[in-house]
């Protein structure tokens, strides 16, 4: 993991603990800083790479594809793709790049399903599933490690947002409280792992080989050293 991407998650937690010192009335403004930042971010890395604007019509399809897939699966709890379309994204671009879709798909997508003190927060844990998926850019990556990580970001999201919650709903914080909290969201996190971890397994690779060769088609996502 380089330096832009500890700081990401440096600045993201900062934010989180500053809308909990101050309040989440200003979900929006948090939300919308933390976005500028990742943005921000970005465009430096942007700056020093040869880039151009394929790689940002890349991203916006990435996000509209996410962000479609979660509206249009929105009558069924939990069982959205936009897990699964996000890492795909973020495993061809790095991980810079897939914090921020992360970031960009909580924020855009919650615009129909009602944006809250959560909103940041979903931010935050799509953006480090993006950066985490993003890790595996440029390496051949078996199956059998995708069904996995899917299944196992569909619990990280998940715990995430139980500590938006414990903090926000729970009083007093005790383990018995937290145990509780965390084994009532399991049913929703278990049912987004096992959607996003057979997404990966079935059609992940093909997703992939698609991905890439646009990417070398294009010279996409490459860092000057």
Known sequence: MNKKS?????????????????????????????????????????EHSSKNSREIVFIAIICALAVGGRVLFAALPSAKPELFILIMGAIVSGPETGF???????????????????????????????????LMSNKQIPRWILTIWGFASGFIMGWIMDIYYII???????????????????????????FTAVLLLLVGKRWIKIFNNYKKKYNLFITKE
């Open 100 to 134: 921020l879709m992360g970031t960009i798909i909580a924020l855009t997508s919650n615009m129909y399903f009602g944006q809250g003190a959560w909103t940041p927060w979903q931010m935050f844990a799509l953006g480090v599933i993006g950066l985490v998926s993003g």
């Open 168 to 194: 926000g709903f729970v009083d007093p914080i005790t383990w018995k409280s937290v145990g509780i909290s965390i084994a009532g969201s399991f049913y929703f996190d278990l049912i987004h792992a096992i």
């Open 6 to 46: 500890i700081l990401l998650i440096a600045i993201s937690i900062v934010v989180l603990i500053l809308m909990a010192v101050f309040g989440s009335k200003n979900y929006l403004l948090f939300s919308f800083i933390l976005l500028a930042l990742t943005i921000g971010i970005y465009f430096v890395k942007f």
